[in-house]
Each structure stands twice: as structure tokens, then as C-alpha cells.
């Protein structure tokens, strides 16, 4: 009995994934960053579900209008959510679509994981490093400010750049915030980050497979 036990026990212990939470603060900036969210193994199962069953939004939702002109994204984006859920995006009011079982699974752990829980995903593919995302706020109206919007990526590592909103409006020096966004991680934007600082994820011409995103958001 004893025996048999211990042997569950410790089996359980070498599954177990004591997630390691790198704490990233600086003026008006609170992240939480755990490397290895994922295995190696659940990130190529996600990868390739992803791959093989997801389609992009395609004509005006794939498309940016700047200075009343509209051009491609230079990466490929959908949505999902909870039924009912009505959404702004481009410009444009939509309905999100189901959740994917796999999205709503890993949604649940990190809920599980953090004890927030999420109404919608926004997933991004960056098909090598020519696709990138330009410097931005997430500051839809829309979004519940006081929940943190959480980031799992997928693939491809990839640099994500902060810049504080002083720096943008040269108003002063501040440090940019640089990390690399690893396969399997989770990245916790906590407030009041997305209220100072813009982000991005720039080209990198070293940059030659797929990276997925999810950003877990919580819709008014
Ligand atoms: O791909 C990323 O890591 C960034 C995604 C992002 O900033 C967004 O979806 O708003
Ligand atoms: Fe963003």
C-alpha cells in the first residue's frame, strides 16, 4: 500500500510542471512571464490543430485602414469567443465564432493557472519574421481594463518590444522593456502596462517559422 503510493505520488510529482513566474516591472509596467506554460509536446499538438483546422480572416477583417486607405495586415488574424458575443474589429461589428475545444481547454488552464477567467481570443500568425505587428495599445473600449490580458505563443520565438507612451511622444528618455516570447510561454500584461506603454512585435529577418499568438481577453 505504502509502496504503491509513493510510486503514485512521485509520478505525479514528474508530470507536475512547477511553472516558473519571472515577475518584469518598470515605471508603470507589471508583467508576469512563465516560459514553459506549455510542454514541448502540448505546444506541437496546439501548432498543428492550429494549422490543420483554423482558416484567417479574409477580405475587409484582413485588411488595416490607415489615413482612409486599406491595406493587408502583414500577418493573419481570427477571433473567437463566447456565443452571443458581439465584438468591434477593423471597423467592422462581429459575432465570434465558437470556441475551437483546444482554445477553450487552454483558456481553462490558464484560468485554472492565474484565476481570471476569458470571454475571447485573438489569435495572430506571423508566417516567418517578414510578418510583424506595428507599436499599439490594446485599448479598446470594449475590453475590461481591470482583468490582464494573458499571451500564449506558439512556434517560432519572437522579440516583443515595449515603449513607454513618453518615448512616443519624445517627451522623454525611457528604457524600452524587450522580451523573447518563447514556444509554450504565457505572458501576463498586467495593469496598468497597456495604459503606458505600446508594444509590438517587429521584423526579424532571422525569424523563418510560424509563430502563433493567442491574447486571452476579457470583453465588457
Ligand atoms: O503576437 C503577439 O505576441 C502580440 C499580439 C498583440 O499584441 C495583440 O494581439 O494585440
Ligand atoms: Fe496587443
Known sequence: ?????????EKLMKNAQPSQWRKIVAEDLDLDYCERFLTAAES???LNYMENNVSYFDGRLSQVKVFGQYYPIPRQQVAF??????????GTVVPAQPWPQPLYDLKRKIC?????DYNFVLVNRYKNGEDHMGEHRDDEVELDKTVPIASIS????????????????KIRQVELVKLDLHNGSLLMMNQPTNEYW???????????????????????
Request: without cysteine; proline residues 2%.
Open 198 to 220: 505600446y508594444h509590438s512585435i517587429p521584423k526579424e529577418k532571422n525569424a523563418k517559422n510560424i509563430r502563433l499568438n493567442f491574447t486571452f481577453r476579457k470583453i465588457k
Open 44 to 46: 506541437a499538438t496546439l
Open 81 to 90: 469567443g463566447d456565443a452571443g458575443l458581439l465584438y468591434k474589429f477593423s
Open 112 to 116: 485554472t493557472t492565474r484565476g481570471v
Open 154 to 169: 506558439l512556434g517560432q520565438t519572437r522579440k516583443f518590444v515595449f515603449k513607454h507612451t513618453d518615448v512616443r511622444k
Open 1 to 9: 500500500m505504502t509502496m504503491s503510493l509513493t510510486t503514485l505520488y
